[in-house]
């Protein structure tokens, strides 16, 4: 049998819909597994053994689907569910299985406070897509590959971090996922162990003015590694603090332990870190801990926005260090 697989971005979605992929070309006899995602995101599943033919988007939709009539696929799984997906849909005229993306639900809790939302994580929800075709999770959680090449060698980090550090994702998409760099400083400043600050090239600014208050303890490697290199340094971590961000997925993706900082988004949305049951039922306590204050305005968005709705920035602001530093000296400690 022929998949077509659309999942158009963002990293973080990507790897959440990953055990889809595996799943399907595994407990499909004769899986031949066809992606498509934007050719922005080709880095995040470019390895990915269990895809066997890669598509990207640019603006070239009607070409695609010029060359995916010629595929004559069996299936198309659409865990995108939007216009453009659709419309490949329509145009191949096959057999699909979609997300249901759960858009009434969710305005109704960003934008009303009504919470409707069912409490199934989305990669459950992917999964469910593919019920039909007798697709079960197989409780192997996410994946995230990464080719030898971008494997980050000792030698490439500072020798006070040889011995272990903890990685803090510092970006993230929009400001409102975003801790702010002061708060960002008095964590760095207050956790007693090696820090690495993860993050892209659009975050070197605030990844130099975080490490400056101790550039021994703190090294910021943002900018200065491609994603699969950040990844890797995900991989090395003791521990993983991120924002609501593609990298905390990948963190998951290696049973990393992590601590999420929420803000404009929250765990409500369905979205909270994401490990396989055959991991979790060996872990004797929590693998994630969420710091989310639950005000009355969260979440305020699905992903995000460039302002606070309401100016305060309270859910960012008014949390409290301190109690973040007990946590994470509590897991480091265990």
Not at 1 to 28: E, N, T, Y
Not at 103 to 110: A, D, I, N, Y
Not at 247 to 269: D, E, H, Q, R
Request: glycine share 4%; net charge positive.
């Amino acid at each position: 049998m022929k998949f077509l697989i659309i999942r158009f971005s963002s990293i973080g979605d990507i790897v959440l819909a990953s055990p889809v992929l595996r799943c399907v070309k595994k407990q499909v006899s004769n899986a031949t597994v066809h992606f498509l995602t934007k050719k922005t995101f080709k880095i995040v599943t470019q390895h990915n053994p269990y895809i066997d033919k890669f598509y990207y988007l640019e603006d070239n939709l009607n070409e695609l689907i010029d060359l995916f009539k010629k595929e004559e696929y069996d299936y198309v799984i659409d865990l995108h569910n939007n216009f453009r997906s659709n419309k490949i849909k329509r145009a191949l005229k096959k057999e699909t299985f979609t997300i249901n993306k759960l858009s009434v639900q969710k305005f109704l809790l960003t934008k009303l406070k009504i919470d409707v939302m069912p409490n199934r994580h989305i990669t459950q929800r992917s999964i469910d897509a593919v019920a039909p075709l007798g697709i079960r999770d197989d409780g192997y959680g996410l994946d995230y590959f990464i080719p030898t090449i971008d494997e980050v060698s000792q030698d490439h980090l500072p020798t006070s971090h040889v011995l272990g550090f903890i990685v803090v994702v510092i970006g993230a998409s929009y400001y409102t996922k975003k801790l702010p760099v002061y708060k960002l400083k008095e964590l760095c400043s207050k956790i007693d162990h090696p820090i690495i600050l993860v993050g892209g090239p659009e975050d070197a600014f605030d990844g130099y003015d975080i490490a400056s208050i101790d550039p021994i303890k703190i090294y910021n490697s943002c900018g200065k590694f491609n994603l699969n290199e950040s990844a890797d340094l995900v991989r090395q971590a003791k521990f993983v603090i991120s924002h609501d961000t593609g990298m905390l997925y990948i963190a998951c993706a290696f049973n990393k332990p992590t601590m999420v900082i929420w803000g404009g988004t929250s765990p409500a949305l369905d979205v909270e870190p994401y490990y396989g049951s055959r991991f979790l039922q060996h872990q004797t306590k929590a693998h994630s801990t969420s710091i989310c204050l639950n005000l009355s305005c969260q979440p305020c968005s699905n992903y995000g926005t460039t302002t606070c709705p309401r100016g305060h920035f309270n859910c960012m602001n008014k949390i409290d260090v301190n109690e973040v530093v007990k946590l994470v000296k509590l897991h480091l400690s265990a």
